[in-house]
T-cell receptor
Framework: KNEVEQSPQNLTAQEGEFITINCSYS?????LHWLQQHPGGGIVSLFMLSSGKKKHGRLIATINIQEKHSSLHITASHPRDSAVYICAAIMEYGNILVFGAGTILRVKS | NAGVTQTPKFQVLKTGQSMTLQCAQDMNHEYMSWYRQDPGMGLRLIHYSVGAGITDQGEVPNGYNVSRSTTEDFPLRLLSAAPSQTSVYFC????????????FGEGSRLTVL
């Protein structure tokens, strides 16, 4: 079992819908990254958080370290949001990142 | 700033050949790392470094070597390529792993025949 699990694996939404992607982990972590990978393959960092909530534009990320869960929300989704979203946990025990398998999001117009 | 520069973008090797994937960053980041991405498995850590002269193994280090002689450069060496090393490789850097944004290179697609 992977230490970092994401759900759903695939998600199709209509433009304008509110989207939630979940990330749970089974070990202690110090912080968590949310990343976006576009169809061309490039990976960009969206958020790094260790507690509470962060917001950037239409993207919101939340984390509860004790409950071992983080969520990424997209409000008013748009076709340009179509991408793979990846969570990556920074392990408490070292300088190591463990990644979820990713959520493939497709937003239809 | 160029960010993280990875070369080459594409490479085809025969089994047993060796090669080096180059990674350079111009942001004075201490943390650098190499990952491989395989279908359905997500990114997996190969090796990482927390500063010049310091390297350590990640989740899947076998068949790969790294060195960090300068803050800027973190090359990944395949000593004797195997078909199982066919993958997309990403280099990433960060000021410190627990602090700050991760910056990724554009990726290198390697095929081993």
């Amino acid at each position: 079992k992977n230490e970092v699990e994401q759900s759903p694996q695939n998600l199709t939404a209509q433009e304008g819908e509110f989207i939630t992607i979940n990330c749970s982990y089974s070990v202690g972590i110090s912080a968590l990254h949310w990343l976006q990978q576009h169809p061309g393959g490039g990976i960009v960092s969206l958020f790094m958080l260790s507690s509470g909530k962060k917001k950037h534009g239409r993207l919101i990320a939340t984390i509860n370290i004790q409950e071992k869960h983080s969520s990424l929300h997209i409000t008013a989704s748009h076709p340009r949001d179509s991408a793979v979203y990846i969570c990556a946990a920074i392990m408490e025990y070292g300088n190591i990142l463990v990644f979820g398998a990713g959520t493939i999001l497709r937003v239809k117009s | 700033n160029a960010g993280v520069t990875q070369t080459p973008k594409f490479q085809v090797l025969k089994t047993g050949q060796s090669m080096t994937l180059q990674c350079a960053q111009d942001m004075n980041h201490e943390y650098m790392s190499w990952y491989r991405q395989d279908p359905g498995m997500g990114l997996r850590l190969i090796h990482y470094s927390v500063g010049a002269g310091i390297t350590d193994q990640g989740e899947v280090p076998n068949g790969y070597n790294v060195s960090r002689s300068t803050t800027e450069d973190f090359p990944l060496r395949l000593l004797s390529a195997a078909p199982s090393q066919t993958s997309v490789y990403f280099c990433a850097s960060s000021p410190l792993i627990w602090a700050g944004e991760l910056f990724f290179g554009e990726g290198s697609r390697l095929t081993v025949l």
